[in-house]
């Protein structure tokens, strides 16, 4: 098994910027892909941006530009730098992880059903 610990959320102003942290720990060699997701209620998830163990990344169009992904490999963490906040990137981020060994990170972000872990999100508030 593997657990995902996220932090780093908070309330925000347009304009501004947040990291987040997502902490792995348990059974991580099993991990082939890394994420993040979001979801606004009464909205559908949405993949924000994923990370393969062989170093591809995919972000969504609306993030492009604003926000990074990146992976600390000796400390099991996962970072969600977030520049630039708008309103509409308002919702509760989940850290998530994958098994599978199929396809690249687009295909992943794509398919948060091909995710195994999740972990109890973290919520982000931008306000104008």
């Known amino acids: 098994q593997v657990q995902l610990v996220e932090s780093g959320g908070g309330s925000v102003q347009a304009g501004g910027s947040l990291r987040l942290s997502c902490e792995a720990s348990?059974?991580?060699?099993?991990?082939?892909?890394m994420g993040w997701f979001r979801q606004a209620p009464g909205k559908e998830r949405e993949g924000v941006a994923t990370?393969?163990?062989?170093?591809?990344?995919s972000y969504a169009d609306s993030v492009k530009g604003r926000f990074t992904i990146s992976k600390d490999n000796a400390k099991n963490t996962l970072y969600l730098q977030m520049n630039d906040l708008k309103p509409e990137d308002t919702g509760m981020y989940h850290c998530?992880?994958?098994?599978?060994?199929?396809?690249?990170?687009?295909?992943?972000?794509?398919?948060?059903?091909?995710?195994?872990?999740w972990g109890q999100g973290t919520q982000v508030t931008v306000s104008s």
């Open positions: 998530a992880a994958a098994s599978s060994t199929i396809g690249s990170a687009r295909n992943l972000r794509e398919r948060p059903y091909l995710f195994d872990y």
């Open positions: 348990g059974y991580t060699y099993s991990v082939n892909c």
């Open positions: 990370i393969t163990t062989d170093g591809s990344i």
